[in-house]
């Protein structure tokens, strides 16, 4: 039995695997992808990470896994089927074994909120993505829709711009929500152009996309606007199927809990972006990660472990 269980290998649970490394807690953390990182490996640059200013986000990934790698953590490649989180035997059931532990750090992240549009699902990975940084390639010389008004928006349209003809950023308010240096860059940009007010109300395309239907939220305008590519980045849906009934959440699905990473059940914890929380960064699911382990070793000497 390990002293703790760690699934996911973002920032939160591969921090949670440094700290616990070096509390010689024995533990195991659980991936599902092989590429560690989670969010931050899509990333093209992170420029907000202290200490690595303009690193880009999969050698983030790589460093986050090399130094709890270093440090002697032993990491699966599993897909977590189910979860048994009550009593003091944690069981987590895998594709492959059943593992159980003292506790468990759930630091499964979160995913791309889906558009919820006919033709959405028909034409992903054939011209409707929620990855910027991972197919804009695919795009160059093209024209291109960003859905969104957050951060990841912006963002994705400055990346975007950089090889597309044209890059169209569908919003459906007249006010971006993404930080104001963003703002800045994409407002000067002469390859985007801001579609204020605007919501996409279905995705055409005969086996790629070609078009969107638009409509002016204000004006009750209709428009079709002829792109090959559409990126959705209208935020995140937490992770957390695999913990439901189990553990208390907010209305959205985010575990709850606060600094502590504490859940509503004893020896389960949550770091990173699955748990409930002001601000989800990767400075701040790395803070989770730490908190978590701490958590978890009062917990442990609680119970004489440790
Ligand atoms: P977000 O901040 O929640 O923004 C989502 C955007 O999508 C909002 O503009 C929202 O519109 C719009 N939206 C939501 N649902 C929609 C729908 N059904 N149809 C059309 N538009 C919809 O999400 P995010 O941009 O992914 O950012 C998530 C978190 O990560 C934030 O805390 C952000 O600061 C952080 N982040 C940071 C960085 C960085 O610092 N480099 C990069 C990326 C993300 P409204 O504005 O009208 O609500």
């Known amino acids: 039995m390990y002293d703790m269980i760690i699934i996911g290998s973002g920032p939160a ?3 949670a695997a440094i700290y616990g490394q070096r509390a ?5 953390v659980i991936e599902k992808l092989p590429m560690s990182g989670g969010q931050v490996a899509n990333t093209y640059e992170v420029d907000n990470y202290p200490g690595l200013p303009g690193i880009g986000g999969y050698e983030l990934g790589e460093k986050f896994r090399g130094h709890a790698g270093a440090l002697g953590a032993a990491v699966v490649c599993e897909e977590v089927r189910s979860v048994c989180l009550s009593g003091d035997e944690k069981q987590v059931i895998t594709d492959k074994e059943t593992y159980t532990a003292r506790t468990v750090v759930a630091a499964t992240g979160a995913w791309h909120r889906r558009l919820g549009v ?3 699902e ?6 409707v993505s929620y990855c910027a940084t991972c197919d804009g390639a695919f795009f160059r010389g093209k024209d291109v ?5 957050g951060d990841t928006a912006l963002e994705d349209a400055l990346f975007l711009a950089r090889n597309c003809r044209k890059v169209y950023l569908v919003h459906r308010r007249d006010a971006l929500r993404g930080a104001r240096t963003l703002q800045e860059k994409v407002l000067a940009s002469e390859k985007i152009e801001v579609l204020w ?11 790629q996309v070609e078009a969107l239907l638009l409509q002016n939220k204000k004006t009750q305008e209709a428009g079709r606007l002829l792109v090959s590519g559409v990126f959705a980045a209208i935020g995140m849906q937490p992770d957390s199927e695999l913990f439901k009934g189990q553990v208390e959440m907010d209305e959205n699905g985010y575990i709850r809990a ?13 770091a990173g972006d699955v748990r409930t929380k002001p601000l989800r960064q990767i400075v ?17 000497s609680g119970r004489g472990i440790g």
């Open 258 to 270: 606060g600094e502590d990473c504490a859940t509503s059940v004893e020896g389960v914890f949550a």
């Open 122 to 127: 028909e034409l992903r990975g054939m011209g």
């Open 145 to 149: 829709a960003v859905i969104g008004g």
């Open 24 to 28: 010689k807690l024995s533990l195991l």
């Open 13 to 15: 649970g591969l921090a």
């Open 118 to 120: 006919p033709g959405e």
């Open 197 to 207: 007010d605007t919501v996409v109300e279905r995705i055409e395309g005969e086996g």
């Open 284 to 300: 701040t699911a790395a803070a989770d990660g730490a908190n978590a382990v701490t958590s978890a070793e009062r917990y442990l």
